[in-house]
């Protein structure tokens, strides 16, 4: 794509084929800050909302954070904005303490917190934000920081589960509330070019350049990783591959998991894997299998990918009838010459506490994506 395409603006045509899929919704969550991306991603809905007879509703959502003196001026110029657009609008607010140290993780969290308890007021399974393109791309450059494994390094789908049913994780899929990001294809330039075409304003949050926190150091490294090849299009092409095979190895885990489990797979129970087959499986199809058992079995939260890496390479090291014992992540993790046995850890005494191993985020197998 030219130089020239990627500064076009948004047409009627493609906002059409960017919400197809959402035509259905009876309600959707427009996540609105009120800068550049969020603001075209709600005159780009409400525009392809109109075109219609038929359709789901609408709400906007800015979250103030109070975080600048300016956020609440910004906060109502979003609710004129929505109002001319024929959008319902709501403000929330993050009320309370705010953290010396993560304060963009815990604005994160909060944000989608809010945004979680407003789709559930309105009756909405989906919440829209405006990541972008470059967005995509700066993710992917954080999680290769990080020493991210497969799972992390694919970065941001288009769909994700932002909240499982709140009476019971799992029990019904019409309780759960999706986060879609409708224009992740597109870089920012675009949407910028849209409300330029438009007349439409937006506001500038300078945080977005503060050199204090990671992303905005990474976006002042792009335009000079640009001039080598390795642009926004490229780091987002790497993550959708990535993806890809992620798929692929889901599929091989899940068969491990059926043939390899000894009376089933029980969540928070106790897992019993043949400890012969474990050993010849494909490294990779190993770990996650034992990452997603310590996962459901486990109580202290997700697995670090490195210390699982370090786990499963001494379970497979391990001489023929060795008895091995581990704990991680709040699993007790036991190898004996025929099975190996995944429980959730007994109550941890001061000695067995130093062995525990714990961290925060996690996809589908339990293995933390962004570590």
């Not at 917190?113 to 450059?141: F, I, M, P």
């Not at 058992?293 to 390479?313: D, F, N, R, Y």
Request: glycine share 10%; proline share 5%; aromatic share 2%.
């Amino acid at each position: 794509m030219s130089a020239a395409d990627d500064a076009a603006p948004v047409s009627a045509l493609e906002a059409n084929t960017l919400f197809a899929d959402l035509s259905s919704a009876g309600a959707l969550i427009l996540a609105v800050s009120g800068g550049p991306d969020s603001t075209a991603l709600m005159v780009l809905t409400a525009r392809w909302r109109a075109a219609s007879k038929t359709g789901p509703a609408l709400l906007a959502v800015t979250i103030d954070h109070g975080l600048r003196p300016q956020s609440a001026r910004e906060a109502r110029a979003v609710k004129r904005l929505a109002a001319r657009l024929g959008v319902r609008h709501r403000i929330l607010r993050w009320t309370g303490r705010k953290p010396t140290t993560g304060l963009q993780e815990a604005a994160r969290d909060t944000r989608y917190r809010l945004l979680t308890a407003a789709a559930r007021g309105a009756g909405a399974r989906h919440v829209l934000t405006a990541h972008t393109l470059d967005d995509q791309a700066e993710t992917v450059l954080i999680r290769m920081a990080r020493g991210s494994g497969l799972t992390g390094l694919g970065a941001m789908a288009r769909v994700t589960l932002l909240s499982p049913s709140p009476e019971k994780r799992g029990s019904d899929q019409r309780d759960e509330i999706l986060l879609v990001r409708p224009l992740l294809e597109l870089p920012k330039a675009r949407l910028i070019a849209t409300l330029d075409a438009l007349g439409m304003s937006f506001a500038d949050d300078p945080s977005n350049r503060d050199p204090r926190f990671t992303r905005a150091r990474l976006r002042a490294l792009m335009p000079a990783l640009a001039e080598e090849g390795l642009d926004a299009r490229r780091l987002a092409l790497l993550a959708r591959r990535l993806r890809r095979a992620e798929a692929t190895i889901e599929i091989a885990v899940d068969a491990a998991a059926g043939a390899l489990a000894q009376g089933g797979w029980r969540a928070r129970g106790r897992i019993v894997l043949d400890a012969g087959k474990f050993m010849h499986l494909p490294a990779e199809v190993a770990l996650r299998l034992l990452g997603r058992a310590i996962a459901q079995t486990g109580s202290a939260g997700p697995v670090q990918l490195g210390k699982l890496e370090m786990l499963c390479g001494v379970l497979r090291g391990a001489e023929g009838g060795l008895r091995l014992r581990r704990t991680l992540a709040g699993a007790l993790v036991t190898l004996s010459a025929e099975t190996l046995v995944i429980e959730p850890a007994p109550p941890r005494s001061a000695n067995s506490a130093r062995k525990t191993l714990t961290t925060r985020e996690y996809g589908r197998n339990g293995i933390a994506k962004g570590r």
